[in-house]
């Protein structure tokens, strides 16, 4: 999917989803990997979603004795 492709479907401009991506890199949250085809012309990039497991919750309440 390209950035234009993206922009459309969020119903937002493509500097948007461009902006959020910088965002979403300078945060951790995404990792971009630049791809090369064997004559080293590039092809699209690769993103990669960053999720980490949330953490158990721990329970708020009292435990009955």
Known sequence: ???TQLAQLCRVSPRTVQNALAGLKKAGAVIVEPQHDDTGSTLPNLYH???AAPETLKDSG????
């Open 1 to 3: 999917m390209t950035i």
């Open 62 to 65: 009292s435990a009955a004795a």
């Open 49 to 51: 979603l960053c999720i």
